[in-house]
């Protein structure tokens, strides 16, 4: 029958109980294996009772030790016709040193067992010893209790110890046939751990903090418990949850070992540690062609390192966006953008930026135009003429196309015309006035008084060419 319950080890322990006594013997020529089932003790006379009670010791839930007590009477034992004369009564006392092996006590809810030792008795004619021996079985009803049924035979020798007869046996038996009792244990029977899984997981990556749990029999082991992990890089830890870092990548074994009073159970988990992966990169991000016109295909060029697989996002700056390592991109509108990069891992990412510029689609004359109208004015005059606002229109008709272009705008004074100076500068002012009212911003117009032309004399009919503004296209990129 399987143990519901297990039995108690290491442990001190009381036994108590009781049932019939039974006297084998001279005074009776009961000395044969038959005669123990004598019903004669049930005639007139005291009642064959037995009380019996130990203290031991039990080592294992199979062995265990024990000083025993054992009080009967046997009705039977009293000699009245004893050679000593008189009546020697019918109470007895034995004390036993016992021995005791429970079969299958690990197994078994109901268990066999045996022990044997030694006794004295007291209480008859003198004090007699001999051995003793029983059978019985012992029934686990919880963790520190049980209850037996046994049979004892103490054989006790000299032979007129017990009843007084000195006759043709050499001894005499005082026997418990049989009784019953309760087994009370010290303290409850323990259940070592056993280690059901070690849990936790089996990649990580180097100087990732890994927890592992053990799952133990939780419910039957006997309190308290240890935990002691070993991680396999020296690193240690305790309780039912442990947590290592691994510096290194390599394979570890991670071992957790719960013991308790009743034992100890180790159960282990592989763990592969690996090396933790390189972060995303970027190295180098390019356009071209960079400046661009509006309507051109840009290329867009990276390069990135780190662990793969690696994601890039673009976005051009105008809304746009775009994945890949090398895409392409076409501005619509003229303007200055920031393309920005973004690439990224499982490791961390990183970010750059490319400024795109687009320049408008200019028309022939912007990149073919080495001159522009010169405007001419009246002696000492900084208004412009109708004649010259015609020609300065072409100018500005040019100029607000051509974006590429800026003006350089000087005035010059003839010989003969006051304040030459200020007068030069005036003009140029009246020429870029007029450049900003059709539309050409003042950031691109630069102006300069030049001054009286020099090695020339105001008697020559051709002054008038010196009272003028020239305007001097440029483009950005150096003078024309």
Not at 237 to 266: F, H, I, W
Not at 452 to 459: A, F, L, N
């Amino acid at each position: 029958m399987r143990a519901q319950v297990d039995r108690p080890e290491d442990t001190f322990y009381i036994r108590a109980g009781g049932g019939l006594s039974d006297y084998t013997g001279d005074a009776t020529g009961t000395s044969g294996f038959g005669d123990l089932f004598e019903t004669d003790k049930f005639d007139d006379g005291p009642f064959p009772y037995a009380v019996v009670g130990e203290l031991g010791y039990r080592a294992s839930p199979s062995f265990g030790i024990g000083l025993g007590y054992q009080l009967g009477q046997y009705p039977l034992a009293d000699n009245r016709q004893s050679e000593f004369g008189g009546s020697i009564g019918t109470v007895r006392h034995t004390l036993q040193i016992l021995g005791r092996y429970t079969v299958k006590a690990d197994d078994w809810a109901v268990a066999p067992y045996v022990d044997g030792g030694a006794n004295a008795s007291f209480g008859g004619r003198s004090a007699g010893i001999g051995y003793t021996a029983g059978i019985g079985l012992d029934a686990a009803v919880s963790s520190r209790t049980s209850l037996f049924l046994e049979t004892r035979f103490n054989f006790t020798f000299g032979d007129e110890a017990v009843d007084g007869i000195d006759g043709s046996a050499s001894g005499d038996a005082l026997n418990a046939l049989p009784v019953a009792g309760l087994k009370v244990s010290f303290q409850s029977a323990t259940t070592p751990p056993q280690v059901l899984s070690v849990d936790g997981p089996t990649t990580v990556q180097a100087g990732e903090s890994a927890t592992y749990t053990a799952s133990i029999n939780e419910e039957e082991a006997t309190r308290p418990l240890s935990y002691e992990w070993q991680f396999g890089d020296g690193g240690e830890g305790a309780g039912p949850m442990a947590s290592n870092t691994y510096g290194e990548p390599g394979t570890y074994t991670v071992t957790a070992n719960v013991s308790n009073r009743a034992g100890s159970a180790s159960g282990s988990v592989t763990v592969e540690v690996t090396a933790p992966p390189e972060p995303a990169r970027i190295a180098s991000i390019s356009a071209d062609p960079n400046p661009a016109d509006e309507g051109e295909s840009v290329q867009f060029s990276s390069s990135a390192e780190g662990d793969t697989p690696l994601s890039r996002e673009w976005s051009f700056g105008d809304g746009s966006t775009a994945t890949g390592e090398n895409p392409t991109h076409t501005y619509e509108e003229p303007g200055q953008y920031t393309a920005r990069l973004q690439v990224s891992n499982e490791a961390g990412e990183d970010s750059r930026t490319v400024t795109v510029r687009v320049n408008r689609t200019l028309p022939e004359i912007c990149t073919t135009v080495s001159e522009l109208n010169s405007s001419f004015f009246e002696r000492n005059s900084s208004t412009l003429t109708e004649e010259a606002e015609s020609s300065l229109q072409e100018n500005a008709d040019i100029l607000s196309q051509c974006t590429n272009l800026t003006a350089r705008v000087e005035g010059f004074a003839a010989p003969g015309e006051r304040n030459p100076e200020a007068l030069s500068e005036d003009r140029a002012e009246s020429v870029a006035g007029f450049y900003e009212a059709n539309g050409v911003p003042a950031e691109r117009i630069q102006t300069s008084g030049e001054g009286q032309v020099e090695g020339v004399t105001s008697k020559k009919g051709g002054a008038r060419q010196y009272r003028r503004v020239d305007s001097l296209p440029e483009r950005e990129n150096g003078d024309m």
